[in-house]
């Protein structure tokens, strides 16, 4: 079982950055693909990024390309998205997401996703 616990979250004002954190732990050993997820009120989720266990393929949705930036840093079993120039259509429940995959590839639908995190709010204000 792998638990993964998001932070980073919070209330910003139009225009401003932030930088979300995804935290893993139990049994993190294996090549794991992650991505994150957002969902507004009364809205399905969305595909918000994408990245590979490698960390060499990365993917976003066109709604945030450009603005937002998905990494890793394996030592510390940490996902990262970096978000800047926010939106008041980018609020909502941010999730991280992870599937173990032997292929170096991202994985776009949440289906595919075995293991989910609990999720960090973040509301942009116009």
């Known amino acids: 079982q792998v638990h993964l616990v998001e932070s980073g979250g919070g209330l910003v004002q139009a225009g401003g950055s932030l930088r979300l954190s995804c935290v893993a732990s139990?049994?993190?050993?294996?090549?794991?693909?992650m991505g994150w997820f957002r969902q507004a009120p009364g809205k399905e989720r969305e595909f918000v990024a994408s990245?590979?266990?490698?960390?060499?393929?990365?993917y976003y949705a066109d709604s945030v390309k450009g603005r937002f930036t998905i990494s890793r840093v394996d030592f510390k079993k940490t996902l990262y998205l970096d978000m800047n120039s926010l939106e008041p259509e980018d609020t909502g429940v941010y999730c991280c997401?992870?599937?173990?995959?032997?292929?170096?590839?991202?994985?776009?639908?949440?289906?595919?996703?075995?293991?989910w995190g609990q999720g960090t709010q973040v509301t942009v204000s116009s």
């Open positions: 997401a992870a599937v173990q995959k032997w292929q170096d590839i991202v994985v776009r639908g949440p289906m595919e996703y075995d293991y």
């Open positions: 139990g049994r993190t050993a294996g090549s794991y693909a």
């Open positions: 990245i590979s266990w490698s960390g060499g393929h990365t």
